[in-house]
């Protein structure tokens, strides 16, 4: 399996613009999570899906962030208009089940300047 | 205050040196603690998953936790290189499946 992919790796961009993060969970998980590690926060979680549905988004810092999972095999963070503070390696995850291991991928660091 | 904190590090130990990495906890009604290993510009992998209090062995690594003082503990016995990494701890409710609070992580570097 090739786990958890997401894209691009890295991304650069200047405030005010719109960005798209993107991820690819593994097939048969139906929970997919999107997190921000931050070297001040720590990782943080923003939202999650089940079966394609948002169930919790709470950790979503504010409406400039929105997530969506049109299908089981793709999922978007998209942040609009991007500002320096959302500086951070974003990571998506999947699990099986709600009481499972999380698969991470390995993350888009994203820089806003 | 974080709900789960952990010392940053960094960590420097000598290769085969017993490493303890530790976490403390404020929320009672964890009921389960993990441990991931993040190597560089990686995502985290799971390391080590126990239920409430008790001691868990695998392999060169022993995770324990003491719930009366709030405290989990990941011990490595003869240490490696290749276990330089990031250490987090992780703690979860009883009932709320996967929404884990992630301690901040300990940076270990192990030198041969």
């Known amino acids: 399996d090739a786990g958890v992919i997401q894209s691009p790796r890295h991304e650069v961009t200047e405030m005010g613009q719109e960005v798209t993060l993107r991820c690819k969970p593994i097939s048969g998980h139906d929970y997919l999570f999107w997190y921000r590690q931050t070297m001040m926060r720590g990782l943080e979680l923003l939202i999650y899906?089940?079966?394609?549905?948002?169930?919790?988004d709470s950790g979503m810092p504010e409406d400039r962030f929105s997530a969506k999972m049109p299908n089981a095999s793709f999922s978007t963070l998209k942040i609009q208009p991007s500002e320096p503070r959302d500086s951070a390696v974003y990571f998506c995850?999947?699990?099986?089940?709600?009481?499972?291991?999380?698969?991470f991928g390995n993350g888009t660091r994203l820089t806003v300047t | 205050q974080k709900e789960v904190e952990q010392d940053p590090g960094p960590l420097s130990v000598p290769e085969g040196a017993i490493v303890s990495l530790n976490c403390t906890y404020s929320n009672s009604a964890f009921q389960y603690f993990m441990w991931y290993r993040q190597y560089s510009r990686k995502g985290p992998e799971l390391l080590m998953y126990t239920y409430s209090s008790g001691n868990k062995e695998d392999g060169r690594f022993t995770a324990q936790v003491d719930k009366s003082s709030k405290y989990i503990s990941l011990f490595i016995r003869d240490s490696q290189p290749s276990d330089s990494a990031t250490y987090l701890c992780a703690s979860d409710f009883n009932n709320a499946g996967n929404m884990l609070t992630f301690g901040g992580g300990t940076r270990l570097m192990v030198k041969p």
């Open positions: 899906f089940n079966n394609n549905v948002p169930i919790d």
């Open positions: 995850a999947s699990s099986l089940e709600m009481r499972t291991p999380l698969h």
